[in-house]
């Protein structure tokens, strides 16, 4: 069954670095999401991202955050200058439409410890 | 914006009885809820979802109810098994915004 891929499964980083967490969609999927939870908070959406652009971003999304698809297959998410509470469990997902037409198929997270 | 609030935060039960997992929604124009199992180290994967054209979906040993008055949804396992314990998240979203709002999550432990 085809899969989300997300790399590293844990990033260690110094506040204030730039730290890029990278995606793998589903090939077939047009719609790729990002999502975090903070330990012990609810999960959170971030960003969506179609037709190569952002379709939608929270309030969290703010300047220090960007999204790509550098080369059609992966997806990432930048964070320009790390902060504490930028620690997180970062999801991808991706989905073939709209997630309440389409089923959405996670990536199994990448933890970013910021020290 | 949706709030979805979930409930219990963890549930214990023994082997073979039955688990309920709670969630209310805010926001009515919700009509998507799909229910996430994420094992220890795992991805979150789908195991059942429902629309609100529908009050009841079942899928063997699962089930969902949705009561759209109350703004309520619930997830119901029977007979559970040891490999049922996990963290089970509910979502709503909607066709006017194309993302899941979540609850809490619940984390079940099936005792032996």
């Known amino acids: 069954e085809p899969e989300v891929t997300q790399t590293p499964s844990h990033q260690v980083t110094q506040m204030g670095q730039e730290v890029i967490l990278r995606c793998v969609p589903i090939s077939n999927h047009l719609y790729f999401y990002w999502y975090r939870q903070i330990l012990g908070q609810k999960v959170e959406f971030l960003v969506s991202f179609y037709n190569n652009e952002i379709s939608e971003k929270s309030e969290i999304f703010d300047d220090q955050f960007s999204v790509e698809r550098p080369d059609g297959s992966n997806f990432t998410l930048k964070i320009r200058s790390t902060k504490l509470e930028d620690s997180a469990m970062y999801f991808c997902a991706s989905s073939e439409g709209w997630v309440g037409s389409t089923e959405a198929f996670f990536g199994q997270g990448t933890r970013l410890t910021v020290v | 914006g949706e709030n979805v609030e979930q409930h219990p935060s963890t549930l214990s039960v023994q082997e073979g009885d039955s688990a309920v997992i709670k969630c209310t929604y805010s926001d009515s124009a919700s009509n998507y809820f799909p229910w996430y199992k994420q094992e220890l180290g795992k991805r979150p994967q789908l195991i059942i979802d429902i629309r609100s054209n529908v009050g009841e979906k079942k899928d063997q040993r699962i089930a969902v109810t949705l009561n759209k008055t109350a703004k309520h949804f619930s997830l119901h396992i029977t007979e559970t098994q040891p490999e049922d314990s996990a963290v089970y998240f509910c979502?709503?979203?909607?066709?006017?915004?194309?993302?899941?709002?979540f609850g809490s999550g619940t984390k079940l432990n099936v005792k032996p």
């Open positions: 979502a709503a979203s909607s066709y006017n915004f194309n993302k899941f709002y």
